[in-house]
């Protein structure tokens, strides 16, 4: 996961920390002064967020198209509509590597409510399962986006949290950059987007497996000057279900959770909602996310189960084992698009 540091040069930085999402949100803005309204803008949006797209919320609109699937089309709010079209994209991009319809996997593999409560609480233990849940695919949403209707068909139950949290740090770090003439990084959960005029030297990062950890904990310190930087790991949020371990990364095609040889992937892209698409994807495509990252020129840093660290199209400070190399014009071949990052700190610790 991505954790914000201090700006390179040591820039007077705001910041405020908070809860959002059964995870930690960090805001950081190069004016103090405009750290209060900037706050309020970030709430305003995420409330809304949570309000459309939280599958764990009863009365969210996505909890309600999920109890109309397969009854007829739906209207829902533009903003949905916008989350949906979203998910739908990273299905298309990632060759259905990372669906929305995987919420009946997710909730059969034991991630049925907020991840606050399973990590307090543990997996509700039910019966054993014969067969896992189907993932029906990204052609089982219907979305009339213009109209803001959306049907499901073949029994697809969405779930958007591979695109929703990295799309409201972009959305967040846009509308507060734009709104009070600042620079902005907006984290949520290790999800970060930065808008705006970058403080001197550029916004430093640290990558590690979790967010949350302290600074002292294996990992990079890199820099971003525009866009976005996500991490897909399957080590934090995870849990145990009938004495077998689990996570939140579905691979699509088989319903379980994703067992790859990456643990953790950190990508940098020109949004934030693309760095999370391409970190999820390289999570279920295994050894083949190398050449995938290749082809869309996106800057990644992949790790091994056993911590051994790959870097792939110039992610900074080369010094675990060789970078694979960017191949010209790569990120629209994907509709991908890298962002401006560089080297903060030369040191590559492996991560134990």
Known sequence: MNAPGPSAAGDALARDTFAVFGTTAVLLVTDPGVLGRARALADAELAAVDRAANRFRPDSEISRLNRAAGAGPLAVSGLLAELIGQALRAAELTGGAVDPTCGQALAAAGYDRDFGLIRDGGARQGAPRRARP?????HAVRLDASGRVVRLDDGARLDLGATAKAWAADRCADLIASALACGVLVSLGGDIAV???PPDGGWRVRV?????????SPGQVVTITSGGLATSSITVRAWTLAGQPRHHIIDPATGAPAAGCWRT????????TDANIAATAAIVKGESALAWLASAGLPARLVRHDGAVVTASGWPGDNAQPATRRRAGGPARLGLEGSAMSDAETREEQTR
């Open 134 to 138: 189907r993932v029906p695919g990204a």
């Open 195 to 197: 808008a705006g005029p």
């Open 208 to 216: 590690t497996d979790d967010h949350a950890a302290g600074p002292d």
């Open 265 to 272: 992937v950190s990508v940098s892209a020109g949004t934030c």
